[in-house]
Nanobody, 128 residues
Framework: QVQVMESGGGSVQAGGSLELSCTVS????????LGWFRQSPGKEREGVAS????????DYGDAVKGRFSISRDSANNALYLRMDGLEAEDTAMYYC?????????????????????WGQGTQVTVSS
């Protein structure tokens, strides 16, 4: 059984920074993706960033490119999301997920995800 747990959320003023952490324990698989997703009230869950276990390749949602950075500590099964230049529009519940890749790529489109395990989420609030 896989367990995914996020931490590091909080409140920050616009222009500030936060770093989220995620630990994944239990079953892992070779074509594994790890990713960050977010959801704000009344909106669908959207992809923020992903990383492919095999190659370390990363992908980012258009809204966060150039401001957010995803990284992984394989030894500790940890995933991080560094968020700089935060904007009020970044306010959301942030979720970490483990899921399977498709054709060696990690989708950021939630309906296309397979074998997904979600964390419980951590709230990020950015005040303007």
């Amino acid at each position: 059984q896989v367990q995914v747990m996020e931490s590091g959320g909080g409140s920050v003023q616009a222009g500030g920074s936060l770093e989220l952490s995620c630990t994944v324990s239990g079953y892992t698989f070779d074509n594994e993706c790890l990713g960050w997703f977010r959801q704000s009230p009344g909106k669908e869950r959207e992809g923020v960033a992903s990383i492919y276990k095999v190659t370390g390749s990363t992908d980012y949602g258009d809204a966060v490119k150039g401001r957010f950075s995803i990284s992984r500590d394989s030894a500790n099964n940890a995933l991080y999301l560094r968020m700089d230049g935060l904007e009020a529009e970044d306010t959301a519940m942030y979720y970490c997920a483990q899921y399977a890749s498709a054709w060696r790529a990690c989708t950021l489109i939630v309906p296309q995800m397979r074998r997904t395990t979600w964390g419980q989420g951590t709230q990020v609030t950015v005040s303007s």
